[in-house]
């Protein structure tokens, strides 16, 4: 059966139809789906992808043993920042990386790291930068 012949079916409380990737329940709400599966992979890839950043950024502190102007909780907001954006632009360059499987988990996990670690770095270089030129000032 093609994606498109799955998707144009409806699901109302006892049947098993889809209509245009909506569900409808027995009382009237109608929840987005996506026509390979549930929503819920959505909410664990971001999940992972708070966690990975957060965990970059406060991987880039401790194993450069240096603060970079932030405290933890900059930290771990420039890590889940960065995080969160380098998988989307991931996503974006290489639509295969995305889903729910263990490839494009493991793949977003390091990209949500690492960028997570850079976006931290670079938080903190323009805090410095910042706090340098005010005193100058």
Do not use: Y
């Not at 498109?4 to 699901?11: I, Y």
């Not at 139809?17 to 789906?33: Q, T």
């Not at 933890?72 to 889940?80: E, F, M």
Request: charged share 15%.
């Amino acid at each position: 059966m093609s994606t498109q012949a799955r998707c144009s079916s409806t699901v109302h409380g006892g049947g098993k139809r889809r209509a245009e990737g909506m569900f409808s329940a027995n009382w009237g709400v109608r929840l987005p789906i996506s026509c390979g599966g549930p929503v819920v992979p959505d909410t664990i890839s971001l999940i992972i992808w708070l966690i990975g950043g957060a965990a970059g950024g406060f991987a880039v502190r401790d194993l450069l043993r240096r603060d970079f102007g932030l405290d933890p909780l900059q930290n771990a907001v420039a890590g889940i920042v960065g995080g969160v954006i380098g998988v989307q632009i991931l996503q974006r360059v290489i639509p295969a990386l995305s889903g729910f499987d263990i490839v494009p988990i493991v793949g977003q996990v390091i990209v949500a790291f690492v960028s997570g670690a850079g976006s931290t770095v670079v938080a903190g270089a323009v805090i410095r930068w910042r706090q340098r030129r005010q005193r100058m000032r």
